[in-house]
């Protein structure tokens, strides 16, 4: 299956197509067929080979002979002649926040710059100031955006870590001498990020599951091949460790490798107050060295007078104590979700049609789902008087399938706190969503007045991604997040749980302390695609790590309850 292949040349052509100051929407019809290639079940080479290819929605005729070409020889006409003009390196660049396509041609075209550690030099030489738009402010901010580049090559987002993850499990579930399998790490307990992958088995006979590991399609370096533990490196430079131990010291194992660091010491602490001591091979009595629990993760947690504790409440941020007292909260699941509150169509951004979002929904088994395309001046953005055609083809969509499909907007926050959509358009719509995406660079008092003075407005329900952030890509800005958790506790805006694993925003801590002030929250997946409404997990996955059980989320609820909280905020 050549699908991740596939996906990397039709992000370099999209990436170099850019940097070669090409016509903009060629770019985009690249990088949305790499979407749409991603999320195929199917192998690509399949689907050339019974001609199927032109079925995958966003895949045209000059796409479909790049294609075609590259699973014949490696690579295509289109992207040689990109690569001839510009070094394929030159991608990197693009990772440093505040380098665009633009700035990349200039750096390369003026200085030759083609690598990050060439431009940081370039930089700190003072060079950049001698090229067009150089100011000092803009250089001081590459070079801090370096650093945080830097810094963030050591991690990996979830949904790459999980997709590979997941890979790796199937593909050893299938030996027989698997008896039970699971990812543990900072990855079981759904951190944002991951510095690499620990992969735990139960096996008796472990050479076999070993040799199928190190031998791996994607496995690029074996770092470490044994009985107990093997390593190898994968793409991303992510280092995957398989683990091996006896099926009775299996969940001493799994709690143990799961972690955290900081919550294991708690718990070794307790135990030692009971007498025990508590490893990865299982719960022994101090004084006798007999075991007493081992096998599975409930038997350890009960040993020590414990409830088992989900994997994402592992930080020790007082889940112990809540446990010592009965009082872990019945955590928000997949299963609570009744609808989706954050999306877009053809008629801004994204993929699909009203009617393909809405019956995406509709196989999820949802309730609900709310159309929530952008609004001007996102280049994308819908202008008023299509946003009124847009209004009745929802309800027609609606009408017609039978299925609660909201009139719903993601309205741009103006730097001034206003809001870019005629008002009487804002009222006739279900849903409100509001949302900072431009003037990103102002001060923390100035941004957090902009959000405040949104928030005051009674036709918005909830606040989009309120820190703005791209996880490995870009900061939040600047913000008083307590200022914004206080405001909803006031007017009863909802705080966006943004589920897009690039995003993840509000995260974990910031969702916890809204949770803990009684703001409710909602989980939306800012879905650009059908395939999209799948990144919900991810979303509840922040509210479990937030404490948040079903009462604390704004979409649990059913239709009729949403219709009530939408329409008071209105009164």
């Known amino acids: 299956m050549r699908n991740a292949e596939v996906v990397a040349m039709l992000e370099e052509t999209a990436d170099l197509i850019e940097i070669a100051g090409e016509n903009p929407f060629k770019a985009r019809a690249y990088r949305r067929a790499a979407e749409a290639i991603a999320a195929l079940q199917e192998p690509i080479e399949e689907l050339v080979r019974t001609k199927r290819l032109h079925t995958v929605e966003g895949i045209g005729e000059s796409i479909a002979r790049d294609i075609t070409e590259f699973l014949q020889r490696g690579t295509t006409t289109r992207l040689e002649q990109l690569r001839a003009k510009y070094p394929p390196q030159l991608r990197t660049l693009l990772e440093i926040q505040g380098v665009g396509p633009r700035t990349v041609a200039m750096l390369y075209d003026r200085l030759k710059i083609t690598t990050v550690d060439e431009l940081e030099a370039a930089a700190k030489a003072g060079k950049l100031a001698k090229l067009p738009g150089m100011g000092e402010q803009k250089i001081r901010n590459i070079l801090e955006s370096i650093q945080v580049w830097r810094r963030q090559q050591e991690r990996v987002p979830i949904h790459i870590a999980l997709s590979l993850a997941e890979r790796i499990v199937a593909a050893l579930q299938e030996l027989p001498e698997v008896i039970a399998i699971l990812p543990a790490g900072s990855l079981r307990r759904w951190k944002e990020t991951v510095g690499d992958l620990d992969i735990l088995v139960a096996a008796r006979n472990t050479q076999p599951v070993m040799d199928k590991f190190t031998k791996l399609p994607e496995v690029q370096k074996v770092l470490a091949h044994g009985t107990t533990k093997s390593s190898v490196l994968m793409a991303n430079n992510l280092q995957v460790d398989l683990r091996a131990v006896e099926p009775e010291s299996f969940g001493a194992a799994a709690q143990y490798f799961t972690g955290s660091k900081a919550h294991n010491i708690a718990l070794r602490n307790l135990a030692l107050k009971h007498g025990l001591t508590v490893n990865e091979y299982g719960v022994f009595r101090e004084a006798t060295g007999e075991k007493v629990a081992g096998e599975t993760e409930e038997g350890v947690y009960e040993a020590l007078g414990l409830v088992w504790i989900p994997p994402e409440l592992r930080e020790d941020r007082g889940e112990l104590e809540a446990a010592l007292k009965g009082a872990l909260p019945r955590l928000v699941t997949l299963d609570d979700i009744r609808g989706e509150t954050h999306s877009h169509t053809r008629w801004s951004d994204g993929a699909a049609t009203v009617e393909e979002m809405a019956r995406a929904a509709m196989e999820r088994g949802y309730e609900y789902i709310a159309i929530t395309d952008h609004s001007p001046p996102m280049g994308w953005g819908v202008k008023p008087d299509d946003f009124r055609k847009l209004i009745r083809e929802i309800r027609q969509v609606s009408d017609r399938l039978g299925f609660p499909v909201l009139a719903g907007i993601e309205v741009d926050i103006a730097s001034d706190g ?68 206080e405001k909803a506790r006031e007017t009863g805006v909802a705080l966006e749980i943004n589920g897009s694993p690039e995003r993840l925003d509000l995260n974990d801590e910031h969702a916890r302390i809204a949770r803990d002030a009684g703001v409710l929250l909602s989980i939306g997946t800012d879905a650009h695609r059908t395939e999209h409404l799948a990144f919900m997990r991810f979303g509840v996955a922040v509210a479990r790590r937030a404490w948040c059980e079903p009462k604390d989320i704004v979409n649990t609820r059913p239709y009729t309850e949403l219709r009530e909280w939408l329409s008071a905020r209105r009164r």
């Not at 995406?437 to 902009?450: E, F, G, N, P, V």
């Open 418 to 485: 206003s809001l870019h959509m005629d008002e009487d358009i804002l009222r006739q719509l279900d849903l409100v969503i509001a949302s900072v995406h431009s003037a990103m660079k102002m001060d923390m008092d100035a941004m957090t007045r902009r959000i405040l003075k949104a928030m005051e407005n009674p036709l918005v329900h909830i606040i989009g991604h309120p820190t703005g952030r791209l996880i490995n890509q870009r900061p939040p800005y600047e913000v008083r997040v307590d200022a914004l958790i």
